[in-house]
C-alpha cells in the first residue's frame, strides 16, 4: 500500500520559515517524481515545486527563491524549505509521488498558516 506522509506545517509569523517532509513508503521512492502543491481556501490546488528523480528542482514562479525542494532517496523523504513567508502562502500543502502519467499519488495534506 502506498503511502505519502506529510509534516511539519502549522502556525508560523510572516517572515518566518518551515519545512515540509513528505514520507514514502510502498514506492520505489527513487525513480519517482515527487512534488508540492497548495491548495488555499476557495481556491484550485496549484503546483509550487517538483523535483524530478535525477533531483532537478523546478519551481512555479510565485515561490521562486523563497522555496527549496530536495529529495533524499535513502529516506524515501522530499523535502519543501519555505523563507520568508507571506499570508499568502496560507494553503494546506500536499505532496505528489508520479511516474509518468500511469502511477500518481497523493498525502493527506499538511495546514501551513501564515498570520501575526
Known amino acids: 500500500q502506498v503511502q505519502l506522509v506529510e509534516s511539519g506545517g502549522g502556525l508560523v509569523q510572516p517572515g518566518g520559515s518551515l519545512r515540509l517532509s513528505c514520507a514514502a513508503s510502498?514506492?520505489?521512492?527513487?525513480?519517482?517524481?515527487m512534488a508540492w502543491y497548495r491548495q488555499a481556501p476557495g481556491k484550485q490546488r496549484e503546483l509550487v515545486a517538483v523535483?524530478?528523480?535525477?533531483?532537478?528542482?523546478n519551481y512555479a514562479d510565485s515561490v521562486k527563491g523563497r522555496f527549496t525542494i530536495s529529495r533524499d532517496n535513502a529516506k524515501n523523504t522530499v523535502y519543501l524549505r519555505i523563507n520568508s513567508l507571506k499570508p499568502e502562502d496560507t494553503a494546506v500543502y500536499y505532496c505528489n509521488a508520479a511516474l509518468g502519467s500511469s502511477f500518481q499519488f497523493w498525502g493527506q495534506g499538511t495546514q501551513v498558516t501564515v498570520s501575526s
Open positions: 510502498g514506492i520505489v521512492f527513487s525513480i519517482y517524481t
Open positions: 523535483i524530478t528523480s535525477g533531483g532537478s528542482g
